[in-house]
């Protein structure tokens, strides 16, 4: 049974945070080499906290799943990352960035992370700028902004379309130098499968050595999880095939209440499943929506190749219901959209699970080149993918999964429920409520790392009992970890002693086709209640009849997958049932129960204005239900309206 | 450590560097091919007439640094073929493994600069034979003007008289064209000047030195064929 | 979009580890959609051999959108394979023909051992940039973004070099299995801008001896490299690296670098 303290700090919000800083312990210099911290994950938030820590002076082992810290997917980000610098002069401030966050959110965030999230996105450009990210710049040689996900001022860096991975770079470099000077021990190839809590603290993990099947126990005074978000649920998605719940799901598993599990957010344009034997989504930056108009025929079943369909039997849905906002509406309401009319049966191409996205009317009024220049790398892409040429067709688009906003539940120290478990970027839930912005991920990331977390996990470690550190740090051998170490030995050993039929990816699948269609983007008590059904009975199969060739002490990619798919059954089940207690529609979810006359989304500021925790409860055991209420002090709630 | 000593070291450990050792590679190939250019205007002079050319050879023979320049020309190419051999032993080792299949692009390698380190060996080959015909051959004299000289003209033209010697030297030709032809542009980018201006010059001089120089060469022998193994001296 | 299956036949290096030998296997795979990506093909071959009770072929592989530059196949004797400006992970198999014969072989150069199959351990990669690849600037101390202005043409050219995903193919395509154009995309990348400069000269030195600690072979000025780089990265770098490196070993004095750390 745990508590819920935000911990929120007294004050004005402007102030929140400068006064908790003064607040906070520090560490003395000469002692921060006494303590050491654990970080899961070298995406932004990982490399960042990482870098950030180790220049302090404390001692960091870092972890990462792949054979290189730079291949985390943060590295995948396209379009930018936001801040309220106000170059342009047009008008953004610390302020806008924050109610627009808020607001973004649909009112499901916290307000006191969320400003102090603004007030550092000016910080981490300038840290950036100094590690060498090569941001766009003008004629002038100042750095250049543009304006993203229909936001209404310019507060959008940029460093051509791979603005995640060049800040990615920064991160790593940064982290790459304390490597080289021996403060940071880097582990590759690792994948974390326990937490090890001890006297009610996190103190270490149980990791499995990827090459050669170990598990290896790693010791420490706090730890860090900054493993990402957990869209591979869905089996498909645009995530990484590597990125995975496994670290959250763990850690919940050992106390770590686990916020708003249901928040996902499905991003409109990406492009459309081709067959079943696809392995992951690729997503094209929304910008396309900013010159491309989305169209289905107006007679469900038009089987007519697009250019044979007339104007007048083409339906520009978006334009149609959202006048004002037309094609640039958010990205939940256009993925929403693009479902409902798939489910009418007007839905394109050979799946009939898309619609279109054409470029004709751009290209008549501004010229093919005007186009290419903009976005001559997106068409290329999708050309590469889809064999078909967007100059003359029109691009075929559907939503994917993109991003979780939900995560484990963290106070305003980014620390969870577990003392000395802190919880960095897309892991945790605190920044983007219900829907968030784009080009807001790489800021949080990188917040987390560079700026709040060298600072609290200071306040945590000072107070830990002396005694309890350097020297007087628990053995790896420490019964708790040998506990650990048997529950992770224990199913590893019945993961591969079934000898069933059936391929993990196979059964992976079939769990992204119950989350997509009951999970998905428009959700109903009826459709959650069968996934409840289903996702157990899935479990099932998966225990009995799944196959693991090879050994479990080798190095072993089905045993990997396994391993995870324990997780991906576990968190799909209690995302359902997140989404069914949230008996209203906020953000990215929707619940088909709550919607106004014109099938909008309805929020419930009355009952739902909160975080739904989770505690879990053991195996088998139902999850209990906490709330943390959230209280809107700057922001005035109101319904969002894009009509 | 003293800061001299710092010093020394670095430029040991520049000349043991992976980039060092090519560079000293491309500034010895620099002189090699002012050589080479030097060496053909020189025999130029044959087609002027035999005295000409003895008297060419005789003043440089007869200098008084004539042993320097052949030191330093012995040093310039034992330390180009060594420097080129251990780089190319080191290559090899890079990859102990083989693949299985392996094709070049069409847009990097070309056949001239993956077999650099082969025609340098043939290369050094002919050099070697090419000194012992000549520079340690038979000493013919003639007397022009009262003053005793090697009658380096009648060597050559003795020597290519036989078809077989016009052949070999025909076929090490082709092979210092393409060693040029990857050697010289490859100088530009070892030092590092290039400029999307003018390095696609540089590429097509590169290529232009190469051939002129093996079609040039390449006349001696020809010529002096034509004009006295068929007809006779 | 055609939906015709394809025959393909595959020829794979299998390796157990890296001390062991490896050898290559014969597949054949009947239903390959050419709407398959390269590794969706792999996958499918997976899958069959998982249901057979075989082992399944490892490769490296993540985000499949060719940024994270996990995917590092041979294929046809070509790095990434005959497609320009593609990864492995973009390569569609509509590339190629029915009843095809491909061979995918791993990686292969000293510094980057095979582990398993098709997969090798690029660390090699992450030690040199520990070795200098960075600029040295702890968090917080970055001044205001705007203090220091970049030429336009400057940041361009900066970012066409920091393009570089860490893949691996410039060392498996050179004949030398050299490594000069990742570190001079990096030297490149960081030396173009004002705020690189300070370190340039002691960046450049401590990674090219880095590079050639780790058994990388020398560079011969071939451009396989470029020619298979998915991001295009340009041979020029290279020259400018051998510039820099040259005044920076002629010119002033670098202390020892760090970045000797090993990690497993």
Known sequence: ?643 | MSKSFAKSSLYFNYFFSSIGKKQVLAVTATFLCLFTIVHFIGNLLMFAGPQYFNWYGHTLASGPLLPLAEGLLLLLFLSHASLGLWLACENYRARPERYYKKVRSGRGATFASATMPFTGILLLFFLVLHLLHFRFGPVYTIVYDGVEMRDFYRLMIEFYANPLNVVLYLLSMCLLSFHLGHGVQSIFQSYGWIHSKYTPWVKRMGLLIAVFLAIGFSSFPLWAYLKHGVVGY | MSSKNMTIHLKIWRQKCCSEKGRMENYTLTTVSPDMSFLEMLDLLNQELIVKGEEPVVFDHDCREGICGACSLMINGEPHGPEMLTTSCQLHMRKFKDGDTIVVEPFRAKAFPVIRDLACDRSAFDKIIASGGFISVNTGSGAEANATLVKQESAELAMDAAACIGCGACVAACSNASAMLFVAAKVSHLGLLPQGDPEASKRVYNMVKRMDELGFGNCSNEGECEAACPKGIKISNIARMNRKFLLSSLTSAPEEGGGKQEWN
């Open chain 1, 1 to 643: 049974m745990f508590k819920l303290d935000a911990k929120i700090p007294e004050g004005p919000i402007q102030e929140k945070w400068d006064r908790y800083r003064f607040q906070l312990k520090l560490v003395n210099p000469a002692n921060k080499r006494k303590y050491s911290v654990i970080v899961i994950g070298t995406g932004l938030a990982g490399a960042s906290a990482s870098a950030s820590l180790a220049e302090l002076g404390y001692n960091v082992q870092t972890f990462c799943i792949s054979d290189s810290p730079r291949r985390a997917h943060s590295i995948a980000a396209q379009g930018g990352i936001n801040a309220a610098k106000n170059y342009p002069n047009d008008g953004d401030s610390v302020w806008r960035l924050f109610y627009d966050t808020v607001k973004g959110g649909d009112y499901r965030s916290r307000e006191a992370n969320v400003y102090r999230l603004a007030q550092v996105s000016n910080n981490i450009i300038d840290q950036c700028v100094a590690q060498g990210v090569p941001f766009a710049r003008d004629y002038g040689g100042t750095l250049a902004n543009r304006s993203f996900g229909g936001a209404q001022v310019s507060r959008t860096f940029y460093a051509r379309g791979q603005t995640g991975q060049q800040l990615l770079l920064g991160a790593y470099q940064a982290m790459m130098r304390q490597v080289g000077m021996g403060k940071v021990q880097l582990f590759t190839r690792r994948e974390m499968l326990n937490l090890v809590v001890i006297d009610g603290r996190a103190r270490g993990v149980v990791i499995r050595n990827l090459v050669t099947g170990e598990l290896e126990h790693y010791v420490a005074d706090a730890v860090i999880l900054a493993s990402g978000g957990y869209s591979t649920v869905y089996y498909l998605s645009t995530n990484a095939m590597n990125s995975n719940c496994s670290g959250i799901w763990r850690a919940h598993k050992k106390g770590a209440g686990l916020a708003n599990p249901c928040f996902t957010q499905i991003h409109p344009t990406c492009i459309p499943m081709s067959s079943d034997h696809q392995s992951k989504l690729t997503l094209m930056s929304e910008s396309l929506r900013n010159d491309g108009r989305v169209w289905v025929p107006k007679r469900a079943g038009d089987n007519r190749p697009p250019a044979e369909i007339p104007e007048e039997e083409r339906d520009y849905y978006l334009e149609r219901i959202y006048p004002s906002f037309g094609n640039l509406v958010p990205r939940d309401v256009a993925s929403r959209n693009a479902k409902l009319q798939c489910d009418a049966g007007k839905g394109v191409g050979a799946t009939k699970r898309a619609v279109y996205l054409d470029f004709a009317s751009a290209i008549a009024r501004d010229g093919a080149d005007s186009i290419r220049k903009k976005y001559g790398n997106l068409f290329e892409m999708y050309e590469r993918i889809t064999d078909e040429d967007p100059y003359k067709a029109p691009m075929r688009i559907y939503p994917a999964v993109h991003y979780t906003m939900g995560g484990l539940w963290v106070d305003y120290n980014l620390m969870s429920t577990i003392p000395g478990l802190f919880v960095l970027g897309e892991a945790n839930f605190s920044d983007h409520g219900a829907n968030r912005l784009g080009a807001s991920a790489l800021m949080q990331g990188l917040g987390d790392g560079y700026f709040v977390i060298p600072y609290t996990i200071g306040n945590y470690l000072a107070e830990l009992p002396l005694a309890t550190v350097a020297n007087g740090r628990p053995e790896s051998k420490h019964p708790a970890f040998m506990a650990a170490n048997k529950e992770v030995q224990e199913e590893i050993n019945r993961i591969i002693s079934v000898k069933g039929k059936r391929s993990v990816s196979d059964l992976h699948r079939e769990l992204g086709k119950i989350m997509w269609e009951k999970v998905g983007m428009a959700r109903n008590e009826k459709g959650l209640k069968e996934a409840l059904t289903e996702i157990p009975r899935l479990r099932e199969e998966f225990r009995r009849n799944s196959k693991v060739p090879g050994r479990a002490d080798d190095l072993n990619p089905e045993m990997e997958k396994a391993l995870r798919m324990n997780d991906y059954l576990d968190l799909g089940e209690l995302m359902a049932r997140d989404a069914l207690g949230r008996l209203e529609s906020c953000g990215g979810h929707f619940r088909e129960e709550s919607q106004t006359a014109e099938s909008e989304a309805k929020r419930d500021d009355e009952k739902h204005c909160n975080v739904a925790v989770w505690e879990h409860k053991g195996e088998g055991a139902l999850p209990e239900r906490h709330v943390e209420e959230l209280k809107f002090e700057n922001v005035q709630l109101s319904q969002r309206s894009y009509k």
